[in-house]
């Protein structure tokens, strides 16, 4: 029992590093290596920070940045190529967008298909802190002026 | 709360506002269902196809433009021999090939054309004319981001309907049979 206590104990200790290691090799595998020849730091930080905000069409749940597609790394060679024309990060997504749709940006421009999106969290809040405040404003009043009966309560 | 007890309406709020919350997730698992994440509309619906200038796979020396193929109605085929689900939609457009009533184009993408060629020679072809993007170039004017991707486009090269994934016998007489018949009403 003790031996098992011990090993379930080193288990425990150990599944994190394993996880950290498997983790590694998973990043390791998937951050796909392009060798584009970026002229300084500042625009190889322009172009990590634009493919970071960009779908990837094919795997959906993978940014242009982070995605190993073929489909991914052709876009990339295309923002670069654009980039390198003097493009701005708007001048390149609207390309993208006349071409992929607003489903290639990440972040859902503001517009009547996303309204419920923009606006749909908030009202649901603002309705419910109504609802809450009503309720209290209910439950407070008696309580001042009834003293007993605290019976039934939900 | 003995105060709610008196007010039948006022207790059926939970209730109601849990029906409520029922519903918008049956909405969500309903239309889950039915649509798939994966096939995202295209912005180039009803607007002029982008203009192109491609290799036949038969004798890439010749080329094919946009202009080339104005005049009427045809439909562009995205396919590849690499590409499993186009092995699927394959027999149903040779089935088809014939009863569309306008050009079927193959549209070769990001394939090599010995490949294409073998493919085709092993499966037939369908296809009237078959044009290569052998680098993706193109495909990228065209929004293309997989295979089978079909387009229908009309006589004045506008693009009117594009269906992503496997064609079946079920959208070809849903969304594309009817629309080839309202082009040719048109046209007439």
Known sequence: MKRLFAALLLACLLAPAAQALTVQQVTQATVPIDVLPFRNDAERARFRHLTGQLRCMVCQDESLLASNADFARQLRGQIFAMMQQGQSDKEIKAWLVARYSTFILYDPPLQASTIALWFGTPAILLIGGLVVAVLLRRRTRPADTITEDPGEDW | MNESAGKPVARLVPLIAFAALV????????????????????????????????????????????????????????????????????PTLMAYRDRFGIPLIGYDYKDAPADARGWLQKHGDPYHEVITDQSGETALDFGIYGAPETYLIDAQGIIRYKHIGPLTPAVIAKDIEPRIRELKQAGA
């Open chain 2, 23 to 90: 519903a918008f997730f049956v909405v969500g698992l309903v239309w889950n269902q039915t649509h798939d994440a994966r096939f995202v509309p295209s912005p180039l619906i009803n607007k002029p196809a982008p203009a192109f200038n491609l290799p036949r796979l038969e004798n890439p020396t010749q080329l094919v433009s946009k202009a080339n193929l104005l005049g009427q109605p045809y439909l562009l085929n995205v396919f590849a021999s690499w590409c499993f689900a186009c092995a699927e939609e394959h």
